[in-house]
Structures are given as structure tokens and as C-alpha cells.
């Protein structure tokens, strides 16, 4: 399997290519040059396969060329240590659990992968440099998979005060071959700030850099692998019903791994983006114009992404089509307000704390989910993370404490000549 850059098609490589390269040309995001398509056959028989068999299945032709199908089943092996259960919520409705992780989010799939990926393809002879910028969970699930792996730095951009205390403390506190950085500015900016960097082909020749960032195909990739484990889970329970799976949405990385999921295959019916107030997306949905924006903060922080980097990469799926994509995805804005009441009532009628982003999802589904369908929506961080923003309608909601004390990280302004200081440096 080769991968192209969708602003410059004759850009074509291998996925070890790719995920060392982070980004094409012009910041072009790279994708597979087609979707493979699995027997009818694997569908019937998956509730018999193990996740490790599911996983190495639907994963191998993406990375065939690069990877033996023995390395790959070793790497997943070693990624999937967790489980992502799928617990029922309500009559038609059910949760799947992604935070039982190391870093308790959804990111920890993408980057364990990508960490022993890149332990793999880097050059023992010249160390790589990996970029991240983070709105939260990305950063916490990147520096654990990356915790001294050889031959490998990583470097952290997140947005100061916009992120938790409990995201912060597993972002700073590791040490060894992870540098966190606090930029005073919005996710954006420091999206940006990676970006330019990965665009500069002198410190890229030089440091080696490569993104650990949904931009990264190994990244985004193996995210599909959870909603194959949640079908085999669902399986019985669907019976003849539509499957509908709600996905709150910022970078919109995990939808688009979902999107792939479905082209391979899998049959989810419909799916649904829960948008917060940065609702490029939404907007987009309602009118078939894209138009990037400022982000602001929310309750849900890791969704906070003006402007979302794997848009292009569904378009690219659909041939940019508005009309197959405003079919294919619905999508809701969620407020902070219908965010907190959700908490709030979810906890008071089943006793289940939903995280921000949960709540989005749940919302978001509710919205659109038939009498007809059976809907789940991905909680895609533990509640642990976001305990300032629950106790605010569930005062008795605690969190285990961490000790702050080996907190280290530099701050800088949204500037690049600071930021070329810290990496040549």
C-alpha cells in the first residue's frame, strides 16, 4: 500500500514514508491511494476472531511493504494491552469506552502505535524529532508512547490555561525524552506552529521531524481498529437494526479513521459529529461552505479546533462531494450548557459520569438516533480529566490526586523564532 499527498497527487509513499515524513508537500496530509475492501465473510465470522486477529486483519493492507504481518501483530499486541468495552446505556443505546488506557483517552491507540512505529523505522544513526501540538488528550496519550523510546524526542505544544490540570500534570511530568511546551495562544496556534516547522525543509532535514499529530497516518489509522471490536461486541444485540455511532468531534481524526472503517466494510449506517462551539464543521454541514475559524475554549477541550485537519482527508474519501459527505456524516453543535445538563442527568437517572465529550456524543445521537436504529457514541476520555468542569453538577465527583512537584515545561509566546530555539536547542 502507497500513500499520496492530497495537494500533490504525484507525491507517493510507502506507509514507513509516511509516517516518518509527517506531512507532503505544501502541508499536504497524506492517504492511502485506495480503501481495501473486506469479504462479507469476515463480518459473519468476526464475533469467532480475537481483537488481536480482527485488528491485524483490517490493519495489514495499509501497511503491507512496510511491516511484516508478524511485526504488526507484535505492535498490536503491545498497543491493545486495554480493553474498549461497549456498555450499554439505554434501551437502544450504549457507550463505547475508550479511556481505559494509560493515559484514560482514546489517543493512547494512535500513539502507541505510532510510537513503536517510529521505534521501528527510525535511524539508530540520527535521532528523530516528533512535533505534537495538543488540545489536551493527544499530548498525555503521545508522551506515554513515546516515554523513552529510543532514538526518539518528542516535543508538546499546548495551549496555556486551556487544557486541565489533570492533562497538564501527564504532559509535564515524564521527563527524559518528552519536552512539553506551553504556548500562549489557542490549539490553532499551535497546530500552526507544527506545521510550520514540518514545512521547513532545512530543521527538517536537520532534526529528522516527523508529527505525532491525527495528521500522521499512523496516527489516525489504527484509530479504526476500536469500531470493528465494537461491532463484534454489538453484533447480536443489532439484529436486523441500522447501527448508528455518534463520534464528538474536533480534529476530526477519529471519525475519518471511523469513515475508512465503514469503507472497508464495516456496516455502521450513519454517523454522527457532535460539534462544541467550534463548529466549522457544523457550519459547513448547514451551508456547503468550508470556513475555518478562530477556536474557543469549552468544557469539551479537546475538540476546541477552529480548524479541523482531516477535513481534507474526508473530502479526499468522497471525492469532494458535499452531498455524499452531508449524507454520509450528521452533525449537531453541542453548548456547554446542554454539555453540563447532560452530565447532570445521565448521573441523576443511571448513575454514569459522562466526560465532556461523551456528553457530546450522547447528545449529538439522541438527536438524530430513530426508534428504528441502535445507536452508540464513543466516550473518548475518562472523567478523571475533566473533574472541574463535573463537579460543577456533581459536587461530589473526586479524582485521585498527583503530585505536581516533577512538573516541567517551558512557556512561550505564539512565536516561531521561540519555538525554533527549543528545538534546536
Not at 185 to 199: I, P, R, Y
Not at 300 to 324: K, T
Not at 376 to 392: G, M, Q, S
Request: a negative charge; glycine letters at 6%; charged letters at 20%.
Amino acid at each position: 500500500m502507497n500513500f499520496y499527498n492530497i495537494k500533490h497527487p504525484d507525491e507517493i509513499l510507502s506507509f514507513k514514508e509516511a509516517t516518518l515524513q509527517g506531512l507532503g508537500k505544501d502541508k499536504g496530509l497524506f492517504v492511502p491511494q485506495q480503501i481495501p475492501v473486506l469479504p462479507s465473510s469476515f463480518f459473519e465470522e468476526i464475533e469467532s476472531k480475537t481483537d488481536l486477529q480482527i485488528a491485524t486483519a483490517a490493519l495489514y493492507p495499509y501497511v503491507e511493504g512496510s511491516l511484516t504481518e508478524e511485526a504488526l501483530t507484535t505492535i498490536l499486541s503491545e498497543v491493545f494491552s486495554f480493553e474498549t468495552p461497549v456498555v450499554p446505556l439505554l434501551e437502544n443505546t450504549s457507550v463505547l469506552e475508550l479511556f481505559h488506557g494509560p493515559t484514560l483517552a482514546f489517543k493512547d491507540v494512535g500513539a502507541r502505535f505510532m510510537a513503536r512505529c517510529l521505534g521501528k523505522f527510525a535511524d539508530k544513526n540520527r535521532p528523530a524529532t516528533v512535533l505534537v501540538a495538543t488540545s489536551g488528550d493527544t499530548g498525555s496519550a503521545v508522551a506515554n508512547g513515546f516515554y523513552k523510546v529510543p532514538d526518539v524526542r518528542v516535543v508538546i505544544l499546548y495551549p496555556k490555561g486551556k487544557v486541565s490540570k489533570f492533562q497538564e500534570y501527564q504532559m509535564t511530568s515524564l521527563g527524559e525524552n518528552i519536552e512539553a511546551v506551553a504556548v500562549e495562544g489557542t490549539f490553532d496556534d499551535c497546530q500552526s506552529l507544527v506545521k510550520q516547522a514540518l514545512h521547513d525543509p532545512i530543521l527538517k532535514e536537520q532534526l529528522a521531524l516527523s508529527s505525532a499529530n491525527s495528521i500522521n497516518v499512523a496516527r489516525f489509522l489504527p484509530q479504526m481498529l476500536y469500531y470493528f471490536f465494537a461491532y463484534k461486541q454489538l453484533k447480536t444485540t443489532l439484529e436486523k437494526k441500522e447501527w448508528v455511532v455518534a463520534v464528538p468531534s474536533g480534529n476530526f481524526g477519529n471519525i475519518t479513521a471511523g469513515l475508512y472503517a465503514q469503507a472497508m466494510g464495516l456496516p455502521i449506517a450513519q454517523f454522527v459529529a457532535g460539534n462544541n462551539a467550534n463548529d466549522t464543521f457544523f457550519q459547513y454541514i448547514q451551508t456547503g461552505i468550508y470556513k475555518a475559524k478562530p477556536s474557543v475554549a469549552t468544557y469539551s477541550n479537546a475538540m476546541d479546533v477552529g480548524d479541523p485537519s482531516n477535513f481534507v482527508r474526508i473530502q479526499a474519501l468522497f471525492n469532494n462531494s458535499y452531498e455524499i459527505i452531508k449524507e454520509k456524516i450528521k452533525c449537531i453543535s453541542i453548548s456547554d450548557q446542554q454539555t453540563l445538563a447532560e452530565i447532570e442527568r445521565i448521573y441523576r437517572e443511571k448513575g454514569y459520569i459522562l466526560d465532556p465529550h461523551g456528553a457530546v456524543g450522547h447528545l449529538a445521537l439522541q438527536h438524530f438516533l430513530t426508534s428504528e436504529q441502535y445507536g452508540t457514541f464513543l466516550a473518548t476520555a475518562h472523567p478523571y480529566k475533566f473533574d472541574e468542569v463535573i463537579k460543577k453538577v456533581i459536587p461530589t465527583f473526586e479524582v485521585p490526586k498527583v503530585d505536581t512537584s516533577a512538573c516541567s515545561y517551558r512557556s512561550i509566546a505564539n512565536d516561531y523564532s521561540q519555538y525554533l530555539n527549543i528545538l534546536r536547542n
